[in-house]
């Protein structure tokens, strides 16, 4: 591979990781000129990278909470910002998804309430659930564990969600998709990337806190892997019997399951 060649294909990773940031997040990135809609699905493999960027900031208000005024508040502070930074994006899936499979007695039914801008009785409260366990999760593990949790929770959270990508057809309203281009079948390579992600937020927080993830049992992880992973199967399980497949909304409910799960699992204490 050329010297030239090289730098056009970092150039364009750099590229899509901005696309990723701009689709997830509400930070400010630079004008993509030129933008071509097959980026968006691209871009997937770096949606686990803005997960670890959205889980250090969120350690940092938990961390900057707690010394502040404790870890109660921490939680809070870090859940709303968490939610701030992405514009309740995953927890309007959450949110659109709960109406959809709680009042929904076909798919088509269930698709129609899923686009409905209204929130419905089953949105309100599985979010409402879901903002609870995790506020309730974070403040009762020690400082330096709930930290670890926002890093790898994060960003493995999105690295299981976009892995219904790979493992079901998409099954929403293809015309009126919301992301069109995100309607494809994620590649091994994709995946790959993505994976890496997740293995560098448990180096960073290993080099951060290093006594704290030496305190943390083999079993304890491996728990947590499963919890995170069942819920991720329930949710593919879920979304193939009454969609037959996923959707933009199914992957933010997961999302937000899949990192209950994993905060629950290293919340755990036996």
């Known amino acids: 591979m050329s010297r030239q060649t090289l730098l056009q294909q970092l150039t364009h990773e750099g590229r899509l990781l901005l696309v990723a940031t701009q689709f997830l997040t509400r930070l400010p990135v630079p004008e993509l000129r030129d933008f071509q809609p097959?980026?968006?699905h691209q871009s997937s493999r770096y949606f686990p990278a803005v997960g670890l960027l959205i889980g250090l900031l969120c350690a940092?208000?938990?961390w900057l909470g707690t010394v502040l005024f404790g870890p109660l508040v921490a939680a809070v502070a870090s859940t709303a910002f968490g939610i701030k930074l992405t514009g309740a994006f995953h927890e309007d899936g959450l949110a659109d998804t709960c109406d959809g499979l709680g009042g929904g007695l076909t798919r088509e039914h269930t698709l129609t309430i899923m686009k409905d801008s209204r929130l419905g009785t089953f949105g309100t409260l599985g979010v409402l659930m879901a903002v609870l366990?995790?506020?309730s999760l974070l403040a009762s593990m020690p400082v330096v564990l709930a930290l670890i949790a926002l890093v790898v929770g994060h960003c493995g959270s999105r690295l299981l969600s976009i892995s219904l990508i790979a493992l079901l057809p998409?099954?929403?309203?293809?015309?009126?998709?919301?992301?069109?281009?995100?309607?494809?079948?994620?590649?091994?390579?994709?995946g790959i990337i993505g994976a890496l992600w997740l293995g560098l937020a448990l180096l960073i927080a290993d080099v951060l806190w290093p006594a704290a993830m030496a305190a943390i049992p083999a079993w304890q992880w491996a728990l947590t892997l499963m919890l995170a992973v069942f819920a991720t199967d329930h949710m593919r399980r879920l979304l193939h019997r009454r969609l037959n497949g996923y959707t933009g909304d199914g992957l933010g409910a997961t999302q937000q399951l899949s990192e209950l799960a994993i905060y629950a699992g290293l919340a755990l204490q036996l």
Do not use: I, N
């Open 38 to 40: 097959q980026w968006l």
């Open 60 to 62: 940092g208000v938990f």
């Open 133 to 135: 366990l995790k506020v």
């Open 170 to 190: 998409y099954g929403g309203d293809l015309e009126h998709a919301k992301a069109k281009p995100m309607a494809q079948q994620l590649t091994l390579v994709q």
